[in-house]
């Protein structure tokens, strides 16, 4: 099982980027798979996620109208876009994999698969 996430990068306030997480090893169906962040100095939080069988998703308040999490079965691949990115939305971006749905996905310690983060930098 091994998720590899990419896409992130610097970017003025107000713009956009998205996220792109391939999964190896298993198909989407098996697990929810979740968006969660880790700013400096600061405690991984939770993002957004999306469930195993792809009609549920969640987001968190902070991110609520702004980001879309959507996954791409052929390509297993989940995706996540991110406009009017915010100073505060800095962080290492992780996806991560695990059985948790709903809003039991919202907690960290529920994945048990991670991929390698990838730094996203709002700044003028």
């Known amino acids: 099982v091994q998720l590899q996430a990419s896409g992130g990068g610097l970017v003025q306030p107000g713009g956009s980027l998205r996220l792109s997480c391939v999964v190896y090893g298993f198909r989407l169906d098996v697990y929810t798979i979740g968006w969660l962040r880790q700013a400096p100095g600061k405690e991984r939080e939770f993002v957004a996620s999306i469930s195993r069988n792809g009609g549920g998703t969640k987001s968190a308040d902070s991110v609520k109208g702004r980001f879309t999490i959507s996954r791409d079965n052929a390509k297993n691949t989940v995706y996540l876009q991110m406009n009017t990115l915010k100073p505060e939305d800095t962080a290492v971006y992780y996806c991560?994999?695990?059985?948790?749905?709903?809003?039991?996905?919202?907690?960290?310690?529920?994945?048990?698969?991670w991929g390698q983060g990838t730094q996203v930098t709002v700044s003028s």
């Open positions: 991560a994999a695990g059985y948790a749905s709903g809003v039991y996905s919202y907690a960290p310690f529920t994945y048990g698969y």
